[in-house]
Nanobody, 118 residues
Framework: QVQLVESGGGLVQAGDSLRLSCAAS????????MGWFRQAPGKEREFVAA????????YYADSVKGRFTISRDNAKNTLYLQMNSLKPEDTAVYYC???????????WGQGTQVTVSS
């Protein structure tokens, strides 16, 4: 079992930056691939970014590529999502995930709200 707790969300203006964090506890953090998903109001949950257990591989949704960066610090059991050049369409609840397969979410955090005003 893995427990995930996100933080760092908030209200920002278009063009601003935010960094989300996800603190993990439970099983060995470094054994899991990690990712971020998001869900906007009235829309289905969608994939945002993924990172392999060692951090050597990353993958992004086309909508965030070049603006968002996923990273992890295995010594701190923490996952990050640096979000730059935010757009109103990035407004959503962002969820941290972990899984035994790259890009697959077996465990989910409770989510953190990101709101981008125009």
């Amino acid at each position: 079992q893995v427990q995930l707790v996100e933080s760092g969300g908030g209200l920002v203006q278009a063009g601003d930056s935010l960094r989300l964090s996800c603190a993990a506890s439970g099983r060995t953090f470094s054994s899991y691939h990690m990712g971020w998903f998001r869900q906007a109001p009235g829309k289905e949950r969608e994939f945002v970014a993924a990172i392999s257990w060692g951090g050597g591989s990353t993958y992004y949704a086309d909508s965030v590529k070049g603006r968002f960066t996923i990273s992890r610090d295995n010594a701190k059991n923490t996952l990050y999502l640096q979000m730059n050049s935010l757009k109103p369409e990035d407004t959503a609840v962002y969820y941290c995930t972990s899984g035994s397969h790259f890009g697959v979410a077996d465990y989910w955090g409770q989510g953190t709200q990101v709101t981008v005003s125009s």
